[in-house]
C-alpha cells in the first residue's frame, strides 16, 4: 500500500486501530544522512513494551496504573527512493492483550479528540458560569450517552484550564474592555475602575441600568458586605443590596477591592454616589471595620445618611470575645442573644439585662464587650426601632441574591442582555 505523505500513513494506521480497539504511538524515526529525510517511521500498539522499573517503584502518591503490556503489534513505513511517498514496509497483527470492544470503543484515545463543536459548547457555558464537568455531562444528555461524546470529561477540563492559562495577564483588560462594550450598548450601565503603579487592577466599581433603577425605587437602606471572596485574585467582592417593597432582595451595583482600607473604601463610596446621582441612602449596613466607618463618614452627608452595624457579624465575634468556657454556656447564650435581638425592649430596659447578665456571669470587666455596649444605638435594635429601615438589620441578606465566589464570572463576562 503505498501513501503521498507520511502523514497519511500514520492517519491510516490510526483508524485502522479505532476499528479493532486499540491506541497507536509513533515509536521511532530513522533518517537518512545524506538528505535528513525520514525513511523509516515505526507506529506501535500503545500498549507496546514495559514500564520502567524505577518508575513503577517511585513513591508518588498518585501512582499511573501500568498500561505497557509488551504488545508486538506494529507498523513500519518506508519511505521510496527518489520519491516522496511511503510504503507499508512491514506489519504486525498479533496483540499481546485483549483488543476493546465495540461497546466501550469510545474510551480509547483514538475516539477522544475535542472538535470545534465541543470548544464551542465549552466557552457558550462559561459564561453561564457552568463549569467542564457539568458541561460534559449536559452534553452527554444532548448527544445520547458517553459513547456518542468522542471526548473525555477529562479533555474538557485540559481545554478549559488552557483558556485560563491564555487570558492570564489579560484578563482585567477583557474586563474593562466587556465593561466598555456594555456601555456602549447602554448609557445607563455605570463603572469606575483604578490601576496602580504596575498596571494592575486593583479596584473596579459598576452598576447595572435595573441596578440603578432599583436604588431609585429602594435604595433607602443599603446593606453593603464585604464578607465574599475571589481566592484567585486575592480580591474582596462586594454588593450593595437592599430589599423592595415586597421584602425581596435586590441589588443596586458591585465592586472589587484589593484591599480593605480606608482609601480603597473612600472611592467605592465616591463611586457608588456617582452612579447613584449623588443621592444618600438614608441607612447603610455594613460590619464593624473601622475603615469603612471612617469612610462612610467622609463621604456620605451624615445629616442624611445614618450608619448602622450588622449584627449578624457582631454576634458572631461574641464566643471567642467571652471565651470557650462561656461560649459554650448554653443559658449564657440564650440570655444574652434574647437581650440583645429583641425589638420590644425599651432602651432603658435593655442597658438594665445587659449589666444583670455580665454582672450575673462575672464579665462586666470585659472590654469588648463594654466597648459594644458604647456603641448599641448603632446595632441593638431597641434603639432604632421605630426606624424605617425594611427589615433590614444585617449585611448577610444580601446573600439571598445567591451570588457566590463561583458566580462572579458570570456577572462580569456575561453578555449584557442576560445581565440585566
Not at 505497557?68 to 507498523?75: E, Q, S, T, V
Not at 475535542?114 to 452527554?140: E, F, P, Q, V, W
Not at 498596571?199 to 443599603?222: C, E, M, P, T
Request: hydrophobic share 35%; aromatic share 12%.
Amino acid at each position: 500500500m503505498k501513501f503521498d505523505t507520511l502523514q497519511q500513513g500514520i492517519s491510516f494506521y490510526e483508524n485502522y486501530g479505532r476499528v479493532f480497539g486499540f491506541d497507536t504511538r509513533l515509536y521511532s524515526t530513522k533518517k537518512r544522512k545524506s538528505d535528513g529525510k525520514i525513511s523509516l517511521e515505526y507506529c506501535v500498539c500503545n500498549k507496546e513494551g514495559f514500564r520502567e522499573k524505577l518508575r513503577l517503584q517511585s513513591n508518588c502518591k498518585k501512582k499511573r496504573p501500568i498500561t505497557r503490556l509488551g504488545c508486538n503489534a506494529r507498523i513500519t513505513l518506508k519511505l521510496i527512493n527518489d520519491q516522496h511517498n511511503f510504503i507499508i514496509f512491514s506489519f504486525h497483527e498479533g496483540h499481546t492483550h485483549p483488543l476493546t470492544t465495540p461497546n466501550s470503543a469510545h474510551h480509547t484515545k483514538q475516539s477522544k479528540n475535542l472538535t470545534l463543536a465541543h470548544k464551542k459548547y465549552i466557552m457558550d457555558n462559561s459564561h453561564a458560569n457552568i463549569g467542564a464537568t457539568k458541561s460534559y455531562r449536559l452534553m452527554k444528555e444532548h448527544v445520547g450517552g458517553y459513547q456518542n461524546m468522542a471526548a473525555s470529561v477529562t479533555d474538557f477540563k485540559n481545554f478549559q484550564r488552557d483558556i485560563r492559562k491564555h487570558i492570564r495577564g489579560k484578563d482585567a483588560h477583557m474586563l474593562i474592555e466587556n465593561f466598555k462594550r456594555k456601555q456602549e450598548m447602554c448609557s445607563s450601565f455605570f463603572f469606575k475602575y483604578e490601576v496602580d503603579d504596575k498596571q494592575h487592577l486593583i479596584r473596579v466599581f459598576w452598576a447595572y441600568a435595573i441596578g440603578r433603577k432599583n436604588y431609585a425605587s429602594f435604595g433607602d437602606v443599603v446593606s453593603f458586605d464585604t464578607t465574599f471572596s475571589m481566592n484567585e485574585y486575592c480580591m474582596v467582592f462586594a454588593p450593595f443590596t437592599g430589599v423592595d417593597n415586597s421584602k425581596s432582595c435586590v441589588t443596586f451595583a458591585f465592586a472589587l477591592l484589593y484591599r480593605e482600607d480606608t482609601e480603597s473604601f473612600v472611592w467605592l463610596f465616591e463611586a457608588f454616589r456617582d452612579a447613584m446621582s449623588a443621592c444618600d441612602p438614608t441607612y447603610i449596613i455594613t460590619d464593624h471595620d473601622p475603615a469603612m466607618e471612617i469612610a462612610i463618614e467622609r463621604v456620605f452627608d451624615s445629616s442624611r445618611t445614618r450608619h448602622r452595624l450588622c449584627m449578624w457579624h457582631i454576634m458572631k465575634k461574641v464566643p471567642e470575645k467571652v471565651g470557650p468556657t462561656l461560649a459554650q454556656n448554653e443559658d449564657f447564650m440564650s440570655e444574652f442573644c434574647n437581650c440583645v435581638w429583641s425589638k420590644h425592649t425599651e432602651p432603658e430596659e435593655f442597658d438594665e439585662v445587659w449589666n444583670s447578665i455580665l454582672e450575673k456571669y462575672d464579665h462586666m470587666n470585659n472590654t469588648w464587650l463594654e466597648h459594644m455596649f458604647q456603641i448599641q444605638q448603632d446595632w441593638i435594635p431597641s434603639y432604632y426601632r421605630n426606624m424605617p429601615m425594611s427589615g433590614v438589620v444585617r449585611t448577610t441578606s444580601s446573600q439571598r441574591v445567591k451570588i457566590t465566589s463561583s458566580g462572579i464570572l458570570q456577572l462580569l463576562m456575561s453578555p449584557f442582555s442576560n445581565s440585566g
